[in-house]
């Protein structure tokens, strides 16, 4: 499975998913929550990279699958809920021969000791240098592959997690959905959503759930006692899907 960049899921998912669909929505799962990896241009080694403060940083090796010399470009992006500045990164920029790799370090460098899970962007960036002789003076557009994968920062101590979408809770109004996550861990799922019984809906706002933050969305149906989310795993592939308890 292979992750391309932040598509997002427009409508509300038919409660009646036959096996085609189901497929399909886990292969856009893998697309959503990761960044493309298989591709020409500059393709890292991970769908994801995780920094553990215990260890102050992490390496990830970026490889130009293209035929020619590359300037590859590092990119660090926050978040919009999280605009604190955590990392940095090195080299920012290097030349990278063909089929050959350049490593990549994320240094941690928080003033502080860490208490939740962060959640940040990379973008790796392959831009094409040098051009032949016979396209020497004409015209041309050229056009670069960007990677935009996720990084979570994990706390010194904290435990791994496999399932931290199971401590999520989810509370009814009528109309009103509300989600709250009060682990210390990112929850990344889809942003479709179904209510049972029956055969309600609602779309989240975004493809993650913060430590200790709240969302709450308009669903279509009152009186729904459970909640079904596609969840997934840390590297971002799709798992079963989950089931949990409402509160009315």
Not at 78 to 106: G, M
Request: proline fraction near 12%; charge should be neutral.
């Amino acid at each position: 499975m292979s992750p391309l960049p932040n598509p997002h899921f427009s409508q509300p998912v038919n409660p009646m998913i036959s096996p085609n669909r189901a497929r399909r929505l886990g292969a856009c799962l893998v697309l959503l929550f990761c960044g493309p990896l298989l591709a020409d241009g500059m393709v890292p080694d991970t769908s994801v990279v995780i920094v553990n403060e215990d260890d102050g940083e992490a390496s990830v090796s970026v490889t130009n699958t293209d035929d020619k010399l590359a300037l590859l470009h590092v990119t660090l992006e926050d978040i919009p809920e999280d605009p604190e500045p955590l990392l940095f990164v090195t080299p920012p920029l290097a030349r990278v021969e063909p089929s050959k790799s350049q490593l990549i370090r994320f240094i941690l460098q928080s003033p502080k000791p860490l208490e939740t899970q962060r959640l940040k962007r990379v973008i790796f960036e392959g831009m094409p240098q040098g051009r032949s002789t016979t396209e020497a003076g004409h015209a041309r557009v050229g056009v670069t592959v960007r990677q935009n994968l996720p990084v979570i920062v994990h706390p010194k101590g904290l435990a791994p997690n496999r399932t931290p979408w199971t401590g999520l809770s989810w509370s009814l109004d009528q109309t009103q959905l509300t989600v709250h996550n009060p682990t210390p861990y990112v929850v990344r799922l889809a942003q479709e959503l179904r209510l049972l019984p029956g055969t309600g809906s609602a779309l989240l706002p975004r493809t993650y759930v913060l430590p200790g933050e709240t969302l709450s969305v308009t669903a279509s149906a009152a009186g729904a006692t459970r909640v079904q989310l596609q969840p997934a795993t840390v590297y971002g592939f799709a798992v079963a899907p989950y089931e949990a308890p409402i509160t009315l």
